[in-house]
């Protein structure tokens, strides 16, 4: 079976002379059939998969990579699910979802974990690999007889299954949604538990707000206590974790598994390996290639399933989805003896105050080509921090050893939220701008930043059509191929799937050991920063009123310091040296805490 898939938002015919059609082979072996061609009512090609041969000649000739055919067995299209369009995306198999669990997914972005979601919460009617055609209920049953498919699409149909959905992009919410949180929040409420979930999630003091004023996580908690507060039979969480501080990611975590009602059915998208650990009952692993095809493994247990995942390697398929396997470290990174003792930044103890918010920072220092990791709650002055460094705080005062560093260092700062209009029109200006060199194959800002964040098949498209995750990528780009002394990332992990944000995880610390400069990261993805940081900086205080920056320490003194801030255990998995987190009152959690071990505790 061959999959032909086609961008269209890539594809410039009036620019390439058309060569994928005028090289085909089948095109020239003047045959009726063509491969290739523009069809009648259409302005570009269009590839028949029924008669491509998969020669290639094409995928090479596009002179825009617009061109992706993959050969994969034919046993795979009796098993086809959706299909947008011709020569679009392919998804194979769904998700298995079973009454009174969570079902888990994982994978890489522009697989289909977001496709699967519609169908399954009735929002797109499957085509099984037919645009165009219409299947009625009936046919959608037949099709998944013999399965547990069979039974819930029975009920989601004429059992009027009622589905929950939070959706993924929770900053698109302002533009549709108008009025106040209290009102919107009613409004949902049909257990009668709305404003309680808000109130345990720290959504008390904004539920007189309009929700155009909220911030990120505001709106994700919003959203969140929404979908639970609904009387459903299919509660659907696409990346709950989003603009989330790592105890919020927790308590969100409890809360969703407390909440759901019994033999209700549940299904979560999450790129937090910890959160989806903690949520899943099974997992699924939705693996293939980015925007051509994506395919819906057998279900596993969650430890195991997130483990395969890690590994590259799905038993069950006999499937090799990695080269590979993604390892954690089991014990803290330790700054070589070179490094440790040459300085490369310090500061005093200063004070910031900010629309009446005020941050402490107590004296520290970095050493040469280490990327430190600045940890705690929303609201407690991380970004204000990261603005200080690089010299754009505004409407704010700087008191005490006041920092210097703008006019001494030179700063590239990636900020928390991304606006497209801070970039060129397209990718390839964008890139260009930061680094002439960024590409040219065989250069150093190719290969160690364009080429590990895939952007070279980007560089035609326009900025502002661009993805979050997409989006996210450019941006992370954008500040580390510039010439800098300190580099600033607030949140590089928003948007990204696990493979991606490892990929920007070695990025980073590739370019700050080559160029033996610095780094500041400000994350909420423990696995991002254990893979990354090799110290980190610890923010306490009361959100929204004062914060306290202290540090930096080492990486196992940081997490602890951090954790049993929070009162929160990570143990690490056996297997992939990955962070778990401990149940509250569990056993690991009370040892943990016993010995004050919040972190690197590897679980026998």
């Given at each position: 079976?061959?999959?032909?898939?086609?961008?269209?938002?890539?594809c410039k015919?009036?620019?390439?002379?058309?060569?994928?059609?005028?090289?085909?082979?089948?095109?020239?072996?003047?045959?009726?059939?063509?491969?290739?061609?523009?069809?009648?009512?259409?302005?570009?090609?269009?590839?028949?998969?029924?008669?491509?041969?998969?020669?290639?000649?094409?995928?090479?000739?596009?002179?825009?990579?617009?061109?992706s055919?993959?050969?994969?067995?034919?046993?795979?299209?009796?098993?086809?699910?959706?299909?947008?369009?011709?020569?679009?995306?392919?998804?194979f198999?769904?998700?298995?979802?079973k009454?009174?669990?969570?079902?888990?997914?994982?994978?890489?972005?522009?697989?289909?974990?977001?496709?699967?979601?519609?169908?399954?919460?009735?929002?797109?009617?499957?085509?099984?690999?037919?645009?165009?055609?219409?299947?009625?209920?009936?046919?959608?049953?037949?099709?998944?007889?013999?399965?547990?498919?069979?039974?819930?699409?029975?009920?989601?149909y004429?059992?009027?299954?009622?589905?929950?959905?939070?959706?993924?992009?929770?900053?698109?919410?302002?533009?549709?949604?108008?009025?106040?949180?209290?009102?919107?929040?009613?409004?949902?409420?049909?257990?009668?538990?709305?404003?309680?979930?808000?109130?345990?999630?720290?959504?008390?003091?904004?539920?007189?707000?309009d929700?155009?004023?909220?911030?990120?996580?505001?709106?994700?908690?919003?959203?969140?206590?929404?979908?639970?507060?609904?009387?459903?039979?299919?509660?659907?969480?696409?990346?709950?974790?989003?603009?989330?501080?790592?105890?919020?990611?927790?308590?969100?975590?409890?809360?969703?598994?407390?909440?759901?009602?019994?033999?209700?059915?549940?299904?979560?998208?999450?790129?937090?390996?910890?959160?989806?650990?903690?949520?899943?009952?099974?997992?699924?692993?939705?693996?293939?290639?980015?925007?051509?095809?994506?395919?819906?493994?057998?279900?596993?247990?969650?430890?195991?399933g997130?483990?395969?995942?890690?590994?590259?390697?799905?038993?069950?398929?006999?499937?090799?989805?990695?080269?590979?396997?993604?390892?954690?470290?089991v014990?803290?990174?330790?700054?070589?003896?070179?490094?440790?003792?040459?300085?490369?930044?310090?500061?005093?103890?200063?004070?910031?105050?900010?629309?009446?918010?005020?941050?402490?920072?107590?004296?520290?220092?970095?050493?040469?080509?280490?990327?430190?990791?600045?940890?705690g709650?929303?609201?407690?002055?991380?970004?204000?921090?990261?603005?200080?460094?690089?010299?754009?705080?505004?409407?704010?005062?700087?008191?005490?050893?006041?920092?210097?560093?703008?006019?001494?260092?030179?700063?590239?700062?990636?900020?928390?939220?991304?606006r497209?209009?801070?970039?060129?029109?397209?990718?390839?200006?964008?890139?260009?701008?930061a680094?002439?060199?960024?590409?040219?194959?065989?250069?150093?800002?190719?290969?160690?930043?364009?080429?590990?964040?895939?952007?070279?098949?980007?560089?035609?498209?326009?900025?502002?059509?661009?993805?979050?995750?997409?989006?996210?990528?450019?941006?992370?780009?954008?500040?580390?191929?510039?010439?800098?002394?300190?580099?600033?990332?607030?949140?590089?992990?928003?948007?990204?799937?696990?493979?991606?944000?490892?990929?920007?995880?070695?990025?980073?610390?590739?370019?700050?050991e080559?160029?033996?400069?610095?780094?500041?990261?400000?994350?909420?993805?423990?696995?991002?920063?254990?893979?990354?940081?090799?110290?980190?900086?610890?923010?306490?205080?009361?959100?929204?009123?004062?914060?306290?920056?202290?540090?930096?320490?080492?990486?196992?003194?940081?997490?602890?310091?951090?954790?049993?801030?929070?009162?929160?255990?990570?143990?690490?998995?056996?297997?992939?040296?990955?962070?778990?987190?401990?149940?509250?009152?569990?056993?690991?959690?009370?040892e943990?805490?016993?010995?004050?071990?919040?972190?690197?505790?590897?679980?026998?």
């Open positions: 079976m061959r999959i032909a898939v086609v961008d269209y938002d890539l015919p009036n620019k390439c002379l058309l060569e994928c059609i005028r090289f085909c082979p089948v095109n020239r072996s003047r045959r009726e059939a063509k491969a290739i061609e523009i069809p009648e009512g259409r302005k570009k090609p269009v590839i028949y998969e029924e008669t491509c041969i998969g020669c290639g000649i094409c995928v090479k000739k596009c002179p825009f990579q617009a061109i055919i993959e050969n994969l067995p034919d046993e795979l299209g009796k098993i086809a699910t959706h299909r947008y369009d011709v020569n679009s995306f392919k998804l198999g769904l998700p298995t979802v009454p009174g669990q969570v079902t888990g997914i994982i994978g890489k972005n522009g697989t289909g974990k977001t496709t699967s979601l519609k169908i399954l919460a009735g929002e797109i009617k499957p085509n099984f690999g037919e645009p165009g055609k219409e299947f009625n209920p009936e046919e959608v049953i037949q099709k998944f007889k013999g399965t547990e498919l069979q039974n819930y699409f029975e009920k989601l004429f059992s009027n299954l009622k589905v929950a959905h939070k959706i993924q992009h929770v900053d698109l919410v302002p533009k549709f949604v108008k009025g106040f949180v209290r009102d919107l929040l009613k409004k949902a409420d049909e257990r009668g538990i709305a404003i309680e979930l808000a109130k345990e999630l720290g959504l008390g003091g904004v539920l007189d707000r929700i155009s004023s909220l911030s990120g996580g505001e709106l994700q908690k919003m959203l969140i206590v929404s979908a639970l507060a609904k009387n459903a039979d299919v509660y659907i969480f696409d990346e709950p974790a989003s603009y989330l501080d790592v105890r919020e990611r927790i308590r969100i975590a409890h809360l969703i598994r407390d909440m759901l009602p019994p033999n209700s059915y549940g299904l979560v998208v999450e790129h937090d390996l910890a959160v989806l650990d903690y949520l899943s009952d099974n997992v699924h692993v939705i693996y293939g290639e980015p925007g051509v095809y994506g395919i819906v493994s057998k279900p596993y247990g969650v430890r195991v997130i483990n395969n995942f890690l590994d590259g390697y799905l038993p069950a398929e006999n499937m090799r989805i990695r080269k590979e396997p993604i390892k954690f470290m014990t803290p990174p330790q700054l070589e003896q070179s490094q440790a003792t040459e300085v490369f930044m310090e500061w005093g103890d200063f004070e910031v105050r900010l629309d009446g918010f005020r941050l402490t920072v107590n004296q520290g220092k970095v050493y040469v080509g280490e990327v430190v990791g600045i940890l709650p929303n609201g407690i002055g991380k970004t204000t921090f990261v603005k200080t460094l690089a010299g754009e705080i505004e409407g704010g005062k700087v008191l005490g050893n006041k920092p210097q560093l703008s006019s001494t260092l030179v700063i590239s700062y990636k900020p928390q939220y991304i497209t209009e801070s970039y060129p029109e397209t990718v390839q200006e964008t890139l260009l701008k680094d002439p060199e960024a590409l040219t194959p065989g250069s150093f800002a190719f290969e160690e930043v364009v080429r590990p964040l895939g952007l070279f098949k980007l560089r035609e498209r326009r900025t502002s059509s661009l993805s979050g995750g997409e989006l996210q990528k450019v941006a992370v780009a954008y500040c580390l191929l510039r010439k800098a002394d300190v580099y600033l990332l607030d949140e590089p992990s928003a948007y990204l799937d696990v493979e991606e944000r490892l990929a920007v995880a070695r990025v980073i610390r590739r370019i700050i080559t160029r033996k400069v610095t780094a500041f990261v400000v994350d909420h993805d423990v696995s991002l920063i254990d893979y990354v940081v090799k110290r980190v900086m610890v923010f306490d205080g009361e959100p929204g009123i004062y914060g306290v920056a202290s540090g930096p320490f080492d990486l196992r003194d940081g997490m602890n310091r951090f954790l049993s801030s929070i009162q929160v255990t990570f143990r690490r998995d056996v297997h992939s040296g990955r962070p778990r987190i401990n149940k509250p009152g569990s056993y690991f959690d009370r943990q805490k016993r010995i004050g071990e919040y972190y690197y505790y590897v679980a026998q």
